[in-house]
């Protein structure tokens, strides 16, 4: 498979009054075409940051990329102009923000808000704007698109106000679509609608997406793979089998303990105690170790080498690797 996405020994940091936030710590991720990759984990774990940092949204000069690549296609996103990038914007690549509200403009109407982009990146007529626009929202399942051209982001509920937020990111056939939280301001029908959509979209264009989210039951849905993220890092990655069957992370365990499954009924829930470590002076060793049921000795001290379980699954963690032995502290 077509390798589209190729992000490096990230390391994203925010300068804040209080001292550095280290909010990615060396991230890697591939993203191949077609596929759907889930980026999982706990809020403030850097996944946001991830696809900020994919965009080049990452707010300057507060926040900067310190170290890593981001090939897109074999381009490194880092090292391109303020130019560059926004032509890769919107064309190539396009984001889905959390909250549809925010992400359209309540003066203008859904038929200028979908053409402009379009117009601007495409440079085609108005009337070939208006039909590819009228064409996208009959893809997303908007009823009578003419009429509702002409309409305002108010007259449309939150579903529909996120499909149409969903033609505007794919208007211009994007290669690469990343949806930040798209389902989580929305109830859960309207929920599983935009998911069955996301899945027809992907068939029909071919779009690889990457999904952000910290619903698992989003993830169990529609993800290929996924990449699970603590403090910075991703800590497991897998196919959806491998992370829901076969999860090796204890923080992974954790995150499965602690929602309901529809596989798994009559099981306790179990939450996971205790917080993320703090990203000013994270610790050296594995992140997790305050938290972890199994944490060793070397774990607090060492951060644990990359264990490839299998082709498709990968894991940061002592348990999983022989060495751990050999890296004990000896008794004094
Ligand atoms: Fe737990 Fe150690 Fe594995 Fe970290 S490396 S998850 S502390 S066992």
Known sequence: MEKILDIQDLHVSFQTYGGEVQAIRGVNLELYKGETLAIVGESGCGKSVTANSIMKLIPSPAGKIKQGSIAFKGKDLTKMSDK??????????????????????????????????????????????????????????????????????????????????IAMALICEPELLIADEPTTALDVTIQAQILQLFQRIQRETGVSIILITHDLGVVAKVADRVSVMYAGKVVE????????????????????????????????LIP???????LFSPPEGCPFTARCPHAME??????????????????????????????????S
């Open 84 to 165: 560059a990038i926004r032509k890769v914007r919107g064309i190539d690549i396009s984001m889905i923000f959390q909250d549809p509200m925010t992400a359209l403009n309540p003066t203008l109407t859904i038929g200028d808000q979908l053409t402009e982009g379009v117009r601007q990146h495409r440079r085609v007529s108005s009337a070939e704007a208006n039909k590819q626009a009228i064409e996208m929202l009959k893809l997303v399942g908007i009823p009578n698109p003419d009429e509702r051209m002409k309409q305002y982001p108010h007259q449309f509920s939150g579903g529909m106000r996120q499909r149409i937020v």
């Open 237 to 268: 990655t897998g196919t959806r089998r491998d992370i829901f069957h076969r999860p090796s992370h204890p923080y992974t365990q954790g995150l499965l303990h602690s929602v309901p499954r529809l596989d798994q009924k009559g099981e306790k």
């Open 272 to 278: 996971i105690d205790g917080t993320p470590p703090d």
């Open 298 to 331: 070397v774990c607090s001290r060492i951060y644990p080498f990359h264990s490839e379980l299998s082709e498709t699954h990968a894991v940061d963690c002592w348990l999983q690797d022989e060495r751990a032995k050999k890296y004990m502290a000896s008794p």
